[in-house]
């Protein structure tokens, strides 16, 4: 009680001092606010953006010029939040990085309404599993074709891929991928079982087990120098949905251990002596390395179908900082208005980060996860309630830009003065 009052003390003294000087009132929009501009500060995000299309150069196509609809609306979200360095989950990959560039050129680079161009000197992308024919029945179907057979589900080679963008300049030469290791390395891997057989962890053939990556798209550590000798490295993936699958909860597994990676990883010593990148070097972070983990984690701490326990790995690693989570208005609003198994949900209607239809509904599954060094100064989910104007870029289903939600926090990297 005591500490309620004192909290609501000091927002009020905060208001006041905000209140000095302004000539307008704020109005009450999700975007977040303008940097604070101090020298250490940094605004990280991740977005599944949905820049995702049906056939494989489509996406260059619809972004080759200024106009796509979609594209539009995720690049005026991006504009609103104005991140400085952006992990966008969903964007097809394309080996010249063409979608990569155009998107900046065509999007990011042009204005939408008042809000202003957004410009990123430094980006990077990568291949991915997706779509990548493994040449074997892994959805165990009889037959050897399609999406789902694929190293992890997609309809050509680069589908659902990643993206980064980033105003600090990337250590290129120190980035570490982790496409091809390989799911039955890690020890005690949760593999699927075929539950007809007496035999355990047998849902995948010991050839195929050979070859089998954990990751469904990839996992990259980019590391982004936030000022000279300070870098922070950046953590990205996509573990596949926990869904798609049968009583052998294939995908619940696997979504499990891509998160368990990173976990792992930023344990480091023995417990990371597994991870082999895709260069060849082994190991995980150093003890005192700086890292923001971004990314849909297709996992929430509450509800959904993800396995027991499967983002507590980072949520609960001593390593990571979850002082602050990621709210929005526009999240409530969705839940009651929605209703339906969102009532049931026992997480915070407000920590939702994805609109999704029922089961699950909407869950958090967006994440900027700091290291326990950074301090996290504010945070917040892009999803504006229907009486702000900006909720027109956010929307009904079918979305005008994605059904997930742009999710950013503003973090002081320690010794990062510029
Ligand atoms: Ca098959
Ligand atoms: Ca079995
Ligand atoms: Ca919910």
Partial sequence: MIT???????????LLVVGVGATTAAPAIAAPPDHAQRGSDVRFATFNASLNRGTEGALVADLSAPGNAQADAVAEIIQHSHPDVLLINEFDYDAGGEALRLFQENYLSVPHGDAKPVEYAYRYSAPVNTGVPSGFDLNNDGTVSGGDDAWGFGLF???????????????QEAIRTFQNLVWADMPGALL???????????????EELAQFPLSSKSHWDVPIEVSKNKTVHFLVSHPTPPTFDGAEDRNGRRNHDEIRLWADYIAGGKTASYIVDDQGESGG????????????????PN????????????????RVNTASVPTSPGAVEATELQGGVNLEHAGDPAQDTADFSEPPGN????????????????SGVFWP???????????????????????WADVDVPGGKR
């Avoid at 080679?157 to 250590?171: F, L, R, T």
């Avoid at 699927?192 to 010991?206: G, L, N, Q, R």
């Avoid at 958090?364 to 504010?378: A, E, G, M």
């Fill in 385 to 407: 309630a229907s009486d702000d104007p900006l909720s027109r870029l956010t929307g009904v289903y079918p979305f005008p830009s994605s059904d997930h939600r742009l999710v």
């Fill in 285 to 300: 972070l150093g003890r005192n390395e700086l890292f923001v983990i971004a990314g849909d984690q297709n996992a929430d």
């Fill in 157 to 171: 080679p680069g589908q659902y891929g990643m993206a980064v963008y980033s105003k600090y300049p990337i250590d």
């Fill in 4 to 14: 309620h009052q004192r909290v609501r003390a000091a927002a009020l003294a905060a």
């Fill in 192 to 206: 699927p079982d075929d539950p007809a057989t007496a035999e355990p962890a047998d849902f995948y053939s010991a």
């Fill in 303 to 318: 509800d959904g179908d993800s396995t027991e326990g499967a983002i507590h790995q980072l949520l609960e690693s001593p």
């Fill in 363 to 378: 869950i958090r599954v967006d994440y900027v996860l700091p290291s326990r060094q950074i301090r996290i100064l504010d």
